[in-house]
């Protein structure tokens, strides 16, 4: 170990992760007096011992340590009070167990993972229990009381069960399970009645079972159900042990369990024997999936179950195919021929596959580069002398022991072994590569794996990025630059997330110009708006040209300033100053009066009131009001041509309601032409004319109107009068038309006469003389009109028509 | 069932398919039966993506149009809003969520679905109402372009003109480009963007930004299209006011095309069954649908109107003929085969039926004297004839008051034939139509200026005459019968729009410079880098694909320029049309008009 310990481990806390994980220890932790000079002091080393960091305690008295699955440090306080630290004692965060524990303290808590993550057990000084099985997602469970518990248990531990999660204590000879609800006394089968009292329990690491050491000095192994018992061992020590923890391979039919003493230490198992050994210095025994570390002072050694693979190629004089491959191979090197012996020894057999596969997988198991290689180099060789034998084990395991030695480097301390890389995967493996730090190597090892760079290079770039933007010394630029450089174009970055990690260490500044390499508008937008920099996060919402980011940003920067202030921003930013006027244009009508004032946009602020003068007034006082602002407004804006317009209207108004009250008709909101037309029609001539030299209305559009009403009106007489009253500006086809288009034949003949040579033969058409029309046709000796005639005559009827047209056409082409 | 999409050169199909995936996906995240409730606006274009089929499929039981109060009962478990990201939507949402808590358990699920974008803004309105937490899902469906036909894609955004134009909000430029993003991905980076005007940089920038937004995704699909060109409507003012002449233009001058139907008058269309004469007349109007599925419609859309008659009379006499053949089968074998015929001859019957009979009820139309006299007052502006002095035709149609917006599509198309009215005429027209139709009126004329449909000539130059000698706008031998030119689709004047298309493919725009100056907006080129693998390398007489993008809508006339130029002989290039919104004069006049009613909400 490259620790440099004075202290007993016995006399500190401690605390190990699985998976080759992290150790801390708190030392002084146990010392009554409390003088300024002996603070606690937590430190947290490499499983080989190098220190990573170390911090004076300067919170509460801790009951325990625990590591999440997660690699964070927990110090479970006294007062219930859980504070997480990363591995470099850095804090994070902390959360109580509930107010309960203020008054009656933790006196014991246990750290235990499940599927549902890391999750706390405690039990109070009233002798209660409480849990929560996900400290990410916090939710106690405060379990049922145990009847008639004076003091506290001789031991405890926790168990997952088909995912539910419970405790099983022991007091004296009793072992209680204490579920969600209830409290249930259990008796593991098999166990003999004079086994004495609980005094130790172990939870394998699967949480599949479960072993007992009593004060006579048996140990009970069976299922954790309770329902097998798998063995049972009787030592000579009576003494309560320091540790006990189970020690078994997945998958391997052995199961033992080791037992700690100060000075000793028993493998216990199925069979009568046992394994001792002699401890030398203070040890700690870390439970892992496939073994049990145990560490001390000066070394730190792993103990598990030999595979059978190695077995069978290591054992003394074992006759196993691999091992005749392995002697095979080292005869080969010697460039003896008892290579060839041995190997026609596994060929005879047809096992020289199954050799490969045995020299390949008790590679895996080695720690000694060494050994690792005098195995693969006998798998490489005898796979030369197999036929379609699939490479990719070989090849594989080849990477993966790459991998595993350079971890397994003192200097990077993550003792893991084969078993354990594999159920870990090599994802979290670089997480927790990262979470130490060494990016170079975790940059190293997806290369040499050839991850794809989304799920590796990227993913811890952006790691390492956000671990830079935390090193305080270096200047804004200088991280920005040094991470941009780094990072570039790098698919899968996300340079906004960075910025984040960069704004939560107070760097805003940073974080505005990493967001500069952020690509996507839509990425920048949020983080920019926490930071209050909304001008910048405005303009981006614009330059991404989505309109709902530049709504958003603009409703938020609205409730943010000022109402003044805001106006001001907008104005800077045409495009964000139309978007908000729609919006108010449909939400908030008065405001968007504001914005056109402040613009001094008069045109529009004449619009504003013209609409509201229809929707939002309803008595016609309140409308000229609406529209006599709108005039105002419109001669501001030097629009002659409104102004007048809406004056007229005004005026109109007026006009229309005295109409109203006068003649007891609904005159308003006709347009003018509709008012007089109105009038003629119900034979108000004078006040129509009025009305025409009023509004000035022309000449040409008066007569149209009012033939037309006199039409409908069906006022012959008055329409003749008129047509005499002086010379017709739209001369008098409109009357023949008029006349016809109201069934009128005799009347539109009257005008027939009247109007313009030009216009004859249509008005004749019109009147259906077409004797008259041909006539005017051929005295005009216009093509084009006689054409027209012919095409309505009918040849029953017309006959002598057509026959005068076809004449004359006829002598027109003579001459 | 969608065989016209993949008639063209370009397969929409796939598009369309993406968008059925999508909407089916959404579907099935939301377990259980459903019904959902539509914003009204949205039923015409999902009706062109998946029918009630496809969502009776994924147990789509109930259907009902959004609106305030209570939700009708449905024994449903999922309830889907369909909704275009408006905050008055969402207020009626809210009502209808907050109305339903009160009457029965809480057993329905409630999701909502944007299309084509999820907002911020709509989302923060939902949870100041206090029901954000209720909804289960919140998605957005992208249905930015949606396939219309073979070579017709349209985003049906109703009032993207005015948007873009005259308030300056540019959402649906934002969509337009979010929508080429979507095509892209589909069928391949498109190598050059050329574009006139300024929402088309707006929306070429947009593109060349999303396009960096994503460095890791390289598009790996072979590019399909070779050019985008993305054209302002502003740019190209005119063609849209004149009246279009193409059987489809007319159509929908008349009738109104929505979504690829169109409402007919029923009387020409019963039965005409002997026996039955006595038979009442159908009430409800006639519904078709036109597309290019319909053999004879895809040959006659986009002809003159003047040549579609003689197309009818040829069509029916091979069908009759086709008929008779049944009398000279004589073995078992020719009558089989004659058999065999019969569905398709009578698909072809019937299809004939019908258009001989639109084609009647357009021409009661175009003979009528009234269409006759605005079609010579449209062609006389077009070929600049008196553009600058009051004209007497439209003063009569004041007078006699005819339908407001023919005025103004009258007004608009003299405006901007003369660069401008002057200041006496201007007036003039504006104060006949303030007294004959309303003051009222004021804030749409006021809409027509900022948009430069009406405007003040400013200086002394009149600008068309040189544009429209310059690009031969005005073609005086137009051939309706069988054209040489694009602009027999509106019998003499050619549209600027299509025009530019066409000069851009040859010889270039180079050539016209001068007159690009004289439109609105810059022209641009941006070039797309492909990967080398992806370059083409084009075969001897292969055709080039245009995508041509109309920002702020097209006529079917302008399209069947477009599908004219595609089938030149020689033309070299193919084009697909994309547009914001299928326009024809009066919708698009009636976009700008201001509405004086009180607003909604």
């Known amino acids: 170990m490259a620790w440099n310990l004075k202290e007993d481990l016995r006399d500190c806390l401690v605390a190990a992760a699985p998976y080759g994980g992290p150790i801390a220890l708190l030392k002084n932790n146990f010392r009554k007096e409390k003088s300024p000079g002996s603070r606690p002091l937590l430190e947290i080393y490499s499983a080989s011992g190098v220190p990573l960091a170390s911090v004076l305690w300067k919170s509460g008295q801790v009951v325990e340590l625990g590591w999440t699955a997660s690699e964070d440090l927990l110090c479970i306080q006294e007062d219930g009070t859980v504070l997480i630290y990363n591995l470099f004692c850095e804090f994070k965060r902390h959360f109580s167990m509930g107010n309960e524990v203020l008054q009656n303290h933790v006196r014991e808590a246990k750290v235990f993972h499940t599927e549902y993550g890391t999750g706390v057990a405690i039990l109070t000084g009233a002798h209660r229990f409480s849990l929560t099985t996900n400290i990410d997602d916090l939710k106690l469970r405060r379990m049922p009381e145990v009847p008639g518990l004076q003091k506290l248990p001789s031991c405890w531990a926790v168990l997952s069960q088909d995912r539910v999660t419970i405790i099983l204590l022991a007091v004296g000879q009793d072992l209680y399970l204490l579920d969600n609800t209830s409290c249930s006394v259990v008796t593991p089968p098999g166990i003999s009645p004079h086994a004495g009292a609980y005094v130790q329990m172990a939870v394998s690491f699967n949480y599949r079972y479960l072993a007992l050491f009593t004060d006579t000095g048996s140990i009970w192994m069976g299922t954790s159900s309770l329902k097998e018992k798998l063995g049972e061992f009787n030592c000579d020590f009576r003494a309560p042990p320091r540790q006990m923890v189970w020690c078994t391979r997945p998958r391997s039919k052995q199961r033992a369990v080791v037992v700690a003493w100060d000075r000793r230490l028993l493998v216990a198992g199925n069979s009568k024997e046992c394994i001792q050994f002699v401890l030398d210095e203070d040890s700690y025994l870390v439970p892992e999936l496939d073994g049990v570390r145990i560490f001390s002072c000066t070394t730190h050694e792993f103990l598990h179950e030999i595979p059978e693979a190695s077995e069978e190629i290591f054992k003394i004089a074992s006759m196993a195919p691999g091992a005749l491959l392995l002697e095979a191979q080292r005869e080969y090197e010697k460039q003896s021929q008892k290579a060839d012996e041995y190997l026609r020894e596994i060929k005879d057999q047809n096992l020289l596959a199954e050799a490969v596969r045995q020299c390949i997988e008790a590679a895996g198991y080695e720690h000694e580069p060494e050994t690792q290689k005098s195995l693969l180099r006998a798998a490489s060789f005898g796979k030369c002398f197999l036929d379609k034998f699939p490479p990719e084990s070989f090849v594989w395991m080849c990477r993966d022991l790459r991998v595993l030695n350079a971890i397994r480097d003192y200097q990077i301390g993550v003792p893991l072994t084969f078993a354990q890389y594999k159920q870990l995967t090599i994802e979290v493996l670089l997480d927790r590569l990262v979470l130490r730090r060494l990016y170079p190597l975790a940059i190293k090892i997806c290369e040499y794996l050839r991850l794809s760079e989304f799920q590796g290079v990227s993913r811890i770039l952006a790691h390492w990025a956000c671990y830079k933007v935390q090193q305080k010394d270096k200047s804004d630029e200088e991280v920005a630059h040094a991470i941009n450089q780094k990072l570039g174009d790098t698919p899968g970055i996300s340079y906004s997330e960075i910025a984040a990690r960069a704004y939560d260490c107070g760097r805003t500044e940073l974080a505005i110009k990493l967001l500069e390499y952020e690509p996507r508008s839509g990425e920048q937008v949020p983080l920019l708006l926490k930071m209050k920099k909304s001008q910048l996060a405005l303009n981006k919402a614009i330059e991404s040209g989505d309109t709902d980011l530049v709504y958003t940003v603009v409703l938020h920067v609205k409730n943010e300033l000022n109402r003044g202030t805001f106006f001001m921003t907008l104005q800077k930013q045409p495009v964000a100053l139309s978007l908000y006027r729609q919006f108010c244009k449909h939400q908030e009508l008065e405001t968007l009066k504001d914005l056109y004032n402040q613009d001094d946009d008069h045109q529009e602020l004449g619009n504003f009131h013209v609409h509201s003068s229809y929707s939002s007034e309803k008595r016609i006082e309140g409308r000229v009001a609406a529209l006599q602002n709108a005039v105002d407004e419109y001669y501001k804006a030097k629009n002659e041509f409104a102004a007048k317009a809406t004056e007229d209207q005004i005026k109109l108004l007026r006009m229309q309601r005295r109409l109203q009250d006068e003649l007891d008709k609904p005159y308003i909101d006709y347009s003018l032409h509709d008012t007089v037309y109105n009038l003629i029609l119900d034979g108000h001539h004078k006040r129509a004319e009025q009305l025409y030299r009023d509004f000035r209305i022309p000449d040409k559009r008066f007569w149209w109107l009012k033939i037309s009403a006199l039409a409908e009106r069906e006022d012959w007489e008055e329409m003749e009068k008129f047509s005499k009253s002086k010379k017709s500006p739209i001369g008098y086809l409109p009357f023949v038309e008029i006349c016809m288009k109201h069934h009128n034949r005799h009347e539109a003949k009257k005008y027939a006469a009247r109007v313009t040579p030009e216009q004859r033969v249509k008005a004749h058409i019109l009147v259906r003389e077409l004797d008259q029309a041909a006539d005017a046709a051929i005295e005009h000796k216009n093509e084009n009109e006689m054409n027209l005639v012919l095409s309505k005559c009918t040849a029953a009827t017309d006959s002598s028509v057509v026959e005068k047209i076809n004449r004359a056409k006829a002598q027109t082409l003579k001459k | ?601």
């Open chain 2, 1 to 601: 069932m969608a065989a016209h999409l993949s008639s063209g050169r370009v397969n929409l199909t796939a598009l369309r398919e993406a968008g059925r995936r999508e909407l089916r996906e959404f579907l099935d995240k939301c377990a259980g039966s459903k019904a959902i409730v539509w914003d009204e606006y949205l039923t015409g274009p999902f009706g062109l993506i998946a029918q009630y089929s496809l969502l009776k499929e994924h147990e789509v039981e109930k259907m009902f149009t959004l609106k305030a109060g209570r939700l009708p009962p449905a024994d449903v478990k999922n309830i889907i809003f369909f909704v275009r990201p408006r905050l008055e939507l969402m207020d009626i949402i809210a009502e209808n969520v907050l109305s339903e808590d009160r009457v029965r358990s809480p057993l329905r699920d409630f999701h909502i679905l944007f299309v084509p974008r999820r907002s911020l803004l709509c989302e923060q309105r939902l949870k100041d109402q206090g029901v954000l937490g209720s909804f289960i899902h919140r998605e957005q469906y992208s249905l930015d372009l949606i396939p219309f036909d073979g070579d017709l894609l349209s985003m049906e955004s109703e009032s993207a003109f005015k948007e873009c134009y005259l308030e300056n909000d540019q959402t649906s430029l934002y969509q337009a480009a979010k929508g080429l993003m979507t095509l892209q991905a589909l069928y391949g980076t498109i190598p050059q963007i050329f574009g006139k005007g300024d929402c088309a940089r707006h929306v070429a920038n947009m593109m060349i930004r999303m396009k960096r937004e994503f460095p890791g995704g390289q598009n790996s699909i072979f590019p399909i299209f070779d050019t985008l060109l993305l054209l302002d409507r502003n740019v190209d003012l005119l063609s849209p006011l004149a009246t279009q002449l193409t059987y489809e233009g007319l159509i929908d001058e008349i009738y109104g095309i929505q979504n690829t139907y169109v409402k007919l008058p029923p009387e020409k269309f019963a039965p005409k069954k002997q026996g039955e004469g006595g038979k009442d007349l159908p009430t409800e109007p006639k519904k078709l649908q036109l597309n290019s599925a319909e053999e004879l419609y895809a040959e006659i859309r986009d002809k003159n109107f003047n040549a579609v008659g003689s197309v009818l009379s040829k069509k029916a006499k091979i069908i009759s003929a086709a008929f008779e053949e049944r009398h000279h089968a004589k073995t078992v074998g020719e009558i089989k085969q004659f058999v065999s015929q019969l569905p398709h001859m009578q698909a072809a019957r019937s299809s004939l039926a019908n258009h001989t009979s639109i084609a009647e009820l357009i021409k009661d139309i175009t003979t009528s004297e009234d269409f006759f006299d605005n079609l010579t007052v449209e062609q006389e502006f077009m070929s600049g004839i008196d553009t600058d002095k009051v004209n007497n035709y439209t003063e009569d149609c004041i007078a006699q008051k005819h339908p407001l917006i023919k005025i103004l599509r009258l007004v608009c198309l003299q405006s901007v034939c003369n660069s401008g009215l002057k200041q006496k005429v201007l007036d003039h027209y504006k104060r006949e139509i303030l007294q004959t139709y309303g003051y009222e009126h004021i804030l749409t004329l006021n809409n027509l200026e900022k948009a430069g449909l009406l405007k003040l000539q400013t200086s002394s130059r009149n600008n068309y005459p040189t544009i429209r000698k310059t690009m031969r706008l005005w073609m005086d031998d137009v051939n309706e019968q069988n054209p040489n030119d694009i602009s027999y689709v509106y019998s003499g004047y050619a549209p600027l729009s299509v025009r530019l298309a066409q000069l851009l493919a040859r010889p270039g725009w180079r050539s016209i410079e001068e007159v690009l100056k004289m439109l609105p907006g810059p022209h641009f080129e941006e070039r797309q880098q492909l990967p080398t693998g992806l370059q083409k390398k084009r075969q001897q007489g292969e055709n080039r694909v245009t995508l041509v993008f109309f920002l702020g809508g097209v006529t079917y006339a302008e399209i069947a320029a477009l599908r004219f130029l595609s089938q030149m002989e020689d033309g070299g290039t193919e084009y697909v049309i994309a547009t914001t919104k299928l326009i024809n004069g009066t919708n698009w006049i009636k976009s700008l008009m201001e509405k004086l009613e009180p607003p909604p909400f």
